[in-house]
């Protein structure tokens, strides 16, 4: 089945600094890939997705970047802002499409 | 208009007890799915039902029992519940088995603490 590596597993920036969180993922079927934030004692919620269809997608100050050959894909957040920390997971649907297998999850905190 | 809701939020029971999570969406979707995230906030998928019918079973003791009653409904059972099991259960739905583990959306989470 699928698997989804994420990297970095903790990442500290300053505020106005960019950060990149990083996937790769193992089965070429799979076609979604969703990114989820989770604040503490919240539930994950979606903040980006994009399809394989697409190379970059756009949000204001968060873009998603895809790189089927390499099959990995990546998140970017620019001018970070305290109330960016938070849990992030990325995530891919597997090959049967049935569920959302997640990274373990980066933890970026944004000190001000 | 809460789209997937869970109860309760938070439940303390004792090791060997039986107890029950309950999951409604209002979203019209057909695909619900239960996920366990553990004390190293890993999000591990249980399992999916679409329309009712159970799709996946991943590698979850059979001391754990899905019921769908109907398509908005997907309910948690936990027998003999141990020190291992304590953790955040999350339910969750999507639209369909095309778009399964397409856009999904997550309920509240149950914070279940065994002692």
């Known amino acids: 089945g699928e698997n989804v590596e994420q990297h970095p597993s903790t990442l500290s920036v300053q505020e106005g600094d960019s950060a990149v969180i990083k996937c790769t993922y193992s089965?070429?079927?799979?076609?979604?890939f969703p990114w989820y934030k989770q604040e503490l004692g919240k539930r994950p919620q979606l903040i980006i997705d994009i399809r394989s269809n697409v190379g970059e997608k756009k949000d204001q100050r968060i873009a998603v970047t895809l790189n089927k050959t390499a099959k990995h894909f990546s998140l970017h957040i620019t001018e970070t802002q305290p109330e960016d920390s938070a849990v992030y997971f990325c995530?891919?649907?597997?090959?049967?499409?049935?569920?959302?297998?997640f990274g373990k999850g980066t933890t970026l905190s944004v000190s001000s | 208009d809460t789209a997937v809701s869970q109860t309760p939020k938070y439940l303390v029971t004792q090791m060997g007890n039986d107890k029950s999570i309950k999951c409604e969406q209002n979203?019209?979707?057909?695909?619900m799915y239960w996920y366990k995230q553990d004390s190293k906030k890993f999000l591990k998928i249980m399992f999916s039902?679409?329309?009712?019918?159970?799709?996946i079973n991943e590698t979850v003791p059979n001391r754990f029992s899905p019921k769908s009653p109907d398509k908005a409904h997907l309910n948690l059972h936990i027998n003999s519940l141990e020190l291992g099991d304590s953790a955040v259960y999350f339910c969750?739905?999507?639209?369909?088995?095309?778009?399964?583990?397409?856009?999904?959306?997550f309920g509240p989470g149950t914070r279940l603490t065994v002692l």
């Open positions: 995530a891919a649907k597997d090959q049967a499409g049935t569920a959302l297998i």
């Open positions: 979203l019209g979707h057909d695909t």
């Open positions: 039902y679409n329309n009712k019918e159970l799709i």
């Open positions: 089965d070429s079927a799979s076609n979604y």
């Open positions: 969750a739905s999507s639209q369909d088995l095309v778009s399964a583990g397409g856009l999904t959306f």
